[in-house]
């Protein structure tokens, strides 16, 4: 008798990723806006002082994202993931009972914790040990789950909360996510190539495995690598670029599109980021360069900036025009740099740089919004157009771009 060979399990835990992805953004990053208008309208507390209270809430992330690697090394990806899910429950129904602004941030640290342990740094630790020549295809799968939480989760929280109220529609949502990631971290996040005796992308196993490598940037020597610089700076200025410009794209189509149909344009541009981060995870070369890739993905998010410029708040092709490019760009920005890193580092360093990379751009975009409202207020143009906010945009996707194209010729060819 011979054994049946096992299935790979990598697209399992691809699956695991997408919902874990589902549920973190849908709650920590799109849930968070919602919850500002709610506490806003139910207890009279000033905007800005919840608005303090949600970039905290990044800001907290931040700090753990970047001891993300070292948590994973010594409470395990598993633990970890239920977790982040036990404390985001726990930190945003504090949000819901809270009858004092200084709650906001007491809950702060949970909520924070629960974003780092369920973002984009999380997700390529999630896939990571399961892909080297597929895993452009396997992260841009897990990382739909991200934009699936938008569209999902941010209509819900709106209807759960009108119906039940901000504490029933979080101790649902909160209880689904708890029980949904713990499950998962028992059944699929708690194995591993080695444990169920696989190899990367499903294929035969080595006579005799390599040793695993030491870190070749340990301690600060990473901070003082040129490829890690250029590649955090790069994706610190395209998120802050990004969300501060998704923050206020709705209010400034509405003049020329009316609400209804400046809404389903940003329904639009959700959909485009799933599709263009798919197709590329599926055509991109497994050996091609991917700082250039990514280059020209933030030169196109420019240009639909440059289009929402020119468009002046009233010329509705330009606008569409400059919407649909800014959306094809949004899946990639964030898919691109775990990507990137996997060129860039060794295996032994990947993890780690992931971690720190997204620890910069979430401390970068934690203030975008507040900065790019600050611009907007200070900059108006006619017709409730905000010529200086595309602008800005545009600027930090190209400086994006040449961040990443300075340090190209350096990556590490493996």
Known sequence: MTATPQKFFGWRVVGA???????????SFYGPPVFLYALHASRGWPVALVSAAITAHFLLGAVFVARLAAIH?????????????????????????????????????????????????????????????????????AFNGASMGGVLMAP?????????GLVPAMLL?????VLALGWLAVRVLAHSPASLGQAPDGEPLPASPAPAAAPSLPGAL????????????????????????????????????????AGLAMGV?????????TALGWMLPPG?????????????????SVLLLLAGGQDVPLLLAGVALFGLGIGNSTSLPPLMAQQDFSPADTARAVALITACSQAAYAFAPASFGLLRELTPGADGAAPWLFGAAALAQLLAGGMLLLAASDRLRR
């Not at 982040?84 to 909520?111: I, K, R, V």
């Not at 949502?173 to 996510?177: F, K, R, T, W």
């Open 17 to 27: 990723a997408f919902v874990v992805a589902v549920f973190g953004w849908g709650v």
């Open 73 to 141: 090394r010594r409470f395990g990806l598993a633990r970890t993931t239920a977790a982040a899910g036990l404390a985001t429950g726990l930190g945003f129904l504090g949000w819901a009972l809270a009858e004092q602004p200084w709650q906001l941030f007491a809950a702060a640290p949970l909520t924070g914790f629960g974003w780092a342990g369920t973002g984009g740094a999380a997700l390529s630790a999630m896939v990571a040990p399961w892909f080297v020549r597929r895993r452009p295809a396997a992260l841009s799968m």
């Open 156 to 164: 819900l929280w709106v209807v759960l909360i009108n119906r039940f």
């Open 173 to 177: 949502v909160s209880g689904l996510m």
């Open 222 to 261: 990473m901070w003082r690598d040129r490829r890690f610089l250029t590649l955090a700076a790069a994706m610190a200025l395209s998120l802050f670029a990004q969300i501060g410009l998704i923050a206020h794209l709705f209010s400034l189509l509405v003049p020329a599109l009316g609400a209804g149909t």
């Open 269 to 277: 541009a959700t959909a485009l980021a799933i599709a263009g981060r």
């Open 288 to 304: 091609a360069s991917r700082r250039p890739v990514a280059a020209a993905n933030h030169a196109m998010q420019a240009t639909g």
